[in-house]
């Protein structure tokens, strides 16, 4: 009888797909997508069965044979003596010790938490565990399990490891989806996928039908898409009281969680590593055999916390230590380095101090220690891949008879994941670059030395001033503790904090969850699409809410941009937005850029937006660099410059010359190659939406026309929007909520006294004694009629052509209708502008 339940509920699924999917071809948002073949009814996860639906016997047979036959399966692999060998490395897992009792929580509660040291077996095992008991007792064929990982990688390497340990390729009962990318199959029950997919499989099918269990992985880490994936589960619960939920953290702030949902169990695994020797930097400076001078040395520790954790202090703590490194290594170029540089040394840039720290230690390890893989944590991937490039240059770490050196980052190949993984042969030692992902996501076995450079990078937002910024910033010391747990997994083993105790005593103990700093617009977007109501009702709901202010300027900001209507629905540009996963601004620019044909500039014009700023600006080279950047600057736009700059590059690099021709012209080319990479996965997210195809002549007629690609900037960044106002000599600048503000000296803009136009569009201002704004391009009125918000009015409307102005008007009724012939309009006449 309860199969026959089953097999009646996927019948009506299966019903409800097909007439979702009819309906959905009608509808004309989601039927334009239809033609690259990723439309919203191809969201869901799993497929049933392609059996005639006439016969519900028929169906059920089928499933009940399916169900034996995985069972069957199973039994044979086990037997096998490569599926023996997997099963004693599983059954050494903590995890496995806790199996009944994880099993028997989960079928007397909806909601269990798991907590437990990371690397004991939570994500390899528990779902695992699941799939097993559910086709143990014949369910095999129906049960259907997702676990969402915040990383695209550990989705990836996770459901690879688990198909190998069940002895299947992936895609046969274990696969994974994340954006863009994905193995499945019709077999498919167990389903890894990012925290996003999820959301978005929630958009077109809010109860989930057909899912038995939603594992929810690492929630220790807060991340903005999982504490709002749990606000949207503890709804859903009640509507689905046959759905199970398992959550599973790291730490031990499990309580937090289970109160949250009212109270439920939960199991800990108790765990087990090795002890791990601490050094700090002064530690370290002492082990690799220089001792702090006199002067330099660090006094006693046993001073009371508040001191030491003085700002002051620790300012002259680093000059301290940044004085003792620098004697240590004895190193004539860094003398030469400006007292600025040297205080960055803590800020590990490819040009200071650090890298030439990380890459003598790694050097000592090598030489001296015994053997084991080396973890080094660093800020982001432009350091890594910095790190990395310094490296294989070097006369050891770079020789590949000795050193193993990977870097771990979101879209690697597979085969690349497989090595950080798997234990080199033949006393060759891995060195293993990574992100802060490796602290609880992926758990590399044989790492014995860790080394910390103490930063990650983070978003943070500022309410008050209404600011984001994705900044390193120094990690906490619940994360420090995890990157030093990573050297105990299978010995003792060592770790190296690249910064002076008096900083770590200064770390946070948590950090804070994401969504109390982040900004909230692309959340309130997704509110809005998961047709959740009112956006500050929703977020009142959250583990921990954020502030009033924040989600009020996000829907104030939202309103102006146009992607919510004044009663706050998602407008058909907003629809749009939250299929781009990213900042609304880029979004905008992107929609904009692929409508009107000049898609090529606007693709690096946003991507530049996204990285570290490529104009290299060295203290000693102010001069040479500024005229450098001069050269492409013709047009009042430091975004234009950026695109010229990046085409040069990109026929430099096609000649091979790409890092002479940025070493000529003062730019970055680790920022070159990022924006490289971000251009063709903002390329891949717009073929999905179905705004281009494949025929890329087609939306990029217009990309060599300044004025409407000028026009497409302002589009994004509006309001981001400030007057010029002229007076004899120079020019002065004012925006509405702040008054006068002043250029960043870095801006071409800055150096012209004349600008022809009467605004500036900006991305970002920085607030130092008085306002800076960053990159600026410089607008007319008329595009900013057009493309910018109503902040125009009365007198400068009336002076347009009245055809201006009706296209204007029919704009906003239109409000949003990206293929509507007012647009086409509108940049025929742009480009006669
Ligand atoms: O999730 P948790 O941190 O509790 O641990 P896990 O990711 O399930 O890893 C359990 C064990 O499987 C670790 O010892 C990993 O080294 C191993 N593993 C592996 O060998 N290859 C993978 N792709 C993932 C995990
Ligand atoms: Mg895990």
Redesign the pocket.
Known sequence: PGLQRRVDAHLREYQSHKAKFMNGSQNSLFSKTSSNGSNAADESLFELPELPPQSQVALEKVLSRRSLQLQNEQQAWQDSSEGWRMIQLRLS?PAYKERDAILNAISHNQVVIIS?E????????IPQFILESEIDALRGATCSIICTQPRRISAM??S??IATERGEKLGETVGYKVRLEGIKGRDTRLLFCTTGILLRRLLVDRNLKGVTHVIVDEIHERGMNEDFLLIVLKELLPRRPDLRLVLMS?TLDADLFSSYFGGVPLVQIPGFTHPVRTYFLEDVLEKTGYRLTAENQIDDYGQDRAWKSNKQFIKKRKSQIASAVEEALGSADFKNYSQQTRESMFCWNPDCMGFNFIEFLLCKICENEKPGSVLVFMTGWDDISALKDKLQAHYLLGDTGRVLLLACHGSMASSEQRLI?EKPEGGVRKIVLATNLAE?S??I?DVVYVIDCGKAKETSYDALNNTPCLLPSWISKVSAKQRRGRAGRVQPGECYHLYPRCVYDAFADYQLPEILRTPLQSLCLQIKSLKLGSISEFLSKALQSPELLAVQNAIEYLKTIGALDESENLTVLGRYLTMLPMEPKLGKMLILGAILNCLNPILTVAAGLSVRDPFLAPLDKKDLAEAAKAQYSRDYSDHLALVRAYEGWKVAEYELTGYEYCWKNFLSAQSMKAIDSLRKEFQSLLLETGLIDNNIATYNTWSYDENLIRAVICYGLYPGICSVVHNEKSFSLKTMEDGKVHLHSNSVNARDSKIPYPWLVFNEKIKVNSIFLRDSTAVSDSVLLLFGGTILKGDIVSSFPPYVYALYESIRCDNFYPFSYAWAGLGCILRGM
């Open positions: 897992l437990g990371t690397g004991c077996g939570k994500t390899t095992q390497s996770v690879e490891r790291a993984f609880t992926i758990t076995d």
